[in-house]
DNA sequence: AAGCAATAG
DNA sequence: GGTTCTATTGCTT
């Protein structure tokens, strides 16, 4: 408010008092001003969630396992000295007698989060989600209609749950909305727990930061209000900076360089010294919320803004590993997405590289539009990162799908993109080959088709959707795949994209895929090609359902204006548990198809400078990679027969900054680098 | 608008 | 600074 330039005293106590007065006049005046903001917090989510599915957990203690860590427990595990984020050595030398559940796959967390969510919003459309287990409501309305239409007695009302600093408080008229949202905390926990089955915290405050930071003063299954009065008193228990939240690493470093490591230190530090580290909204920004002021609206976050999937490990340094970790990340995301309804825009892949002085931070990524085929461009954002040639050291890998799209009637060219069909029967490959006993490739076709098709076209039978889906026993080595192109009306443009590669193509291989395997395995692979190999099937228990609603249309996107209507539910109930399953078998291997026209100019000249017989979809970069021999067996190839494949265009000029030059070496004029259709044409032939 | 850093649970 | 698996927001370009 009245920040004057005078940067006298004490800016913390002016602060406080700035706040103060804003409250009491709004009192006097409106007081409309006055928010209350409910946060919950469930307890020990994900154990919760465990115990749910197996009740004979609840007596004993119970760790959830993420890799080598116990992220949560169970209280009867705390009671026992567990606790979160330790190592699962650590805990089981504490507590030998400690259950561990795997929790790496979120599936079960993330659909119960949303039922939280949507329970929430049930009562009152403005629910914030903040991870899994936490969710912010604006309750402001609410208590002011509670408070004209019942006739409310002060009375009659009492503080439900604890009010932070207090053994006692009488409701008066400075207080009563806090305690109408006291009460509603209350009737919403109690709601969470009989239809959920689930415990948790509550905060009742004027803004968020107050409500988050007053929900854990009593744990666990209890709430906590807190009066305006004693927000200087909450705010100066906290034992750190890192206890406020919005103050995380970087910022407490950069701090610490100040000599600010308290939350007093921080209140009482002169602005104007603070704006120039900082500048001048972040400065502003973290002296407000040391001082318990934050401004920031309940915003109702509607479904995801991205789909992710990750996994770590201790190493992964060949192209080979990295080819099947995406691979196995992008089943899970693809199927996620297929439930979603919607699609994506752009696909991102981020590696976490291994360096002694900074063994787990450093995240790098690369993204891309247009996910033309999805592990090819994986593999080339891979290659766009990361010099391959030279040794490299992976210990994470990331993909999503983000930028996403509600249904689409079929108009962007994105759009029709992605619903094209008319892929051809699809051919699964014996993984065998390549070290992957039991699994099955599965083709880019039967992928896209799993995603993008079911839910979005109407026109499309379910059956064939069905038979798609039901991977296995209908989908054998070679066995006939239900084509759709036919009913796909508008999709069918772009009949250059098929020509060449839809039916030219013996197998669904994609070749950059294809490229990166060893040479004898891609031998072995083209040999297959003709055999039909019979690849173990993968046994997923049940066929595809689509999600039963979970009376989303409560989820009317307050940002997303647009109609999304489809993508109806965005919790993913998972139809069945088959994410452990599917991680064990199965293998997408993603063909050809999509590969799109080339509209870009810069890579029609690029190309035309690497040379003139190739085709136009060659990529002059990836071209450019390929040993000698094979360059020169490819131009032999394109002067004889000319293929009429596509490449994928977007993204041409600049997408070279310093990381990037360092990750392709050579090659300056990698300017779209678009994909390898090479060896697509290679295997044509 | 895209890419990424920072933040959080 | 744990660690893991996400997801969002807001600089920066």
């Known amino acids: 408010m009245d920040k004057d330039e005078e940067s006298d005293g004490n800016d913390w106590d002016r602060s406080l008092e700035t706040d103060m007065m804003e409250i009491e006049g709004s009192c006097n005046a409106t007081l409309k001003s006055q928010r209350v903001v409910l946060h919950f917090d469930l307890d020990c989510f994900y154990a919760q969630v465990e115990m749910i599915r197996n009740p004979a957990l609840r007596t004993k203690p119970l760790g959830i396992q993420q890799k080598n860590i116990i992220v949560t427990c169970n209280y009867v595990a705390r009671d026992q000295g567990v606790n979160k984020l330790m190592s699962v050595s650590d805990a089981l030398e504490k507590c030998p007698q400690l259950v561990l559940v795997k929790g790496e796959d979120l599936t079960h967390y993330r659909e119960m989060s949303y039922k939280v969510t949507e329970l929430l919003m049930s009562h009152c459309p403005l629910v914030e989600r903040l991870g899994f287990d936490e969710n912010y409501m604006d309750v402001t309305e609410m208590v002011e209609r509670r408070l004209k239409e019942t006739i409310q007695e002060i009375s009659d009302l009492s503080f439900r749950g604890h009010v932070y600093g207090y053994d006692c408080v009488a409701v008066d008229r400075e207080n009563v909305r806090l305690a109408i949202g006291s009460v509603m905390a209350e009737e919403m926990r109690q709601a969470i727990y009989t239809t959920l089955g689930l415990t948790g915290c509550a905060g009742v405050a004027c803004n968020k930061l107050l409500a988050k930071l007053v929900s854990g003063s009593f744990k666990p299954n209890q709430q906590t209000t807190l009066l305006p009065q004693s927000t200087a008193e909450l705010m100066g228990s906290l034992t750190g900076l890192s206890k406020v939240p919005g103050i995380g690493y970087k910022t407490r470093e950069k701090l610490k360089v100040l000599g600010l490591v308290s939350v007093r230190d921080l209140q009482s530090f002169p602005l104007p010294d603070l704006v120039k580290e900082f500048g001048e909204g972040m400065a502003q920004r973290i002296q407000n919320l040391v001082c318990g002021v934050d401004e920031s609206p309940v915003t109702p976050a509607g479904p995801p803004q991205s789909l992710s999937d990750e996994d770590s490990f201790k190493k992964i340094s060949t192209p080979e590993e990295v080819l099947r970790k995406i691979e196995e990340l992008l089943i899970n995301l693809t199927e996620r997405m297929n439930k979603d309804g919607r699609q994506p825009n752009t696909l991102r892949l981020t590696v976490r590289r291994y360096t002694s002085t900074n063994r787990w931070f450093n995240r790098e990524s690369r993204s891309s539009d247009a996910v033309p085929q999805l592990l090819a461009l994986s593999m080339k954002l891979f290659h766009k990162m990361i010099d391959a040639h030279q040794p490299f050291h992976l210990t994470l890998l990331n993909v999503c799908f983000s930028n996403l799209q509600a249904k689409s009637s079929g108009k962007s060219s994105i759009t029709s993109f992605f619903s094209q069909k008319s892929l051809s029967a699809s051919q699964e490959v014996d993984s ?21 098709t079911p839910i979005n076209h109407k026109s499309q039978p379910p059956k064939s959707v069905k038979s798609l889906i039901t991977p ?214």
């Open 432 to 452: 065998d080959l390549h070290d992957l006993p039991t699994k099955t490739l599965l083709s880019k076709a039967d992928v896209l088709h799993k995603i993008w």
């Open 472 to 685: 296995k026993s209908s989908a054998l080595p070679n066995a006939p795949v239900p084509v759709y192109s036919e009913e796909t009306n508008t999709d069918i443009k772009e009949p250059s994209l098929m020509s060449g590669v839809c039916f030219s193509l013996p197998a669904d291989v994609d070749p950059e895929v294809f490229r990166l395997l060893p040479d004898h395995i891609q031998r072995e692979l083209m040999l297959s090609f003709t055999n039909k190999g019979s690849g173990e099937v993968n046994n997923r228990p049940t066929e595809y359902l689509y999600p039963a609603e979970h009376s989303l249309s409560d989820f009317k996107q307050p940002r997303t204006t647009g109609t999304c209507e489809s993508a109806a539910s965005y919790n993913q109930s998972s139809a069945s548990n088959d994410s452990e399953l599917c991680k064990d078998h199965s293998i997408t291997h993603l063909n050809p198809e999509l590969i799109t026209p080339t509209k870009n100019p810069d890579f029609q000249q690029a190309n035309q400078a690497l040379h003139s017989d190739a085709p136009a979809n060659v990529d002059p970069y990836v071209f450019s990679q390929l040993p000698a021999d094979v360059q020169s067996e490819l131009l032999t190839e394109w002067r004889q027969q000319r293929p009429v494949l596509k490449i994928p265009s977007k993204h041409s000029s600049k997408t070279s900054n310093g990381r990037n030059k360092k990750a392709t070496p050579k090659n300056s004029q990698m300017k779209g680098a678009k994909l390898a259709v090479v060896l697509s044409v290679f295997l044509v032939s």
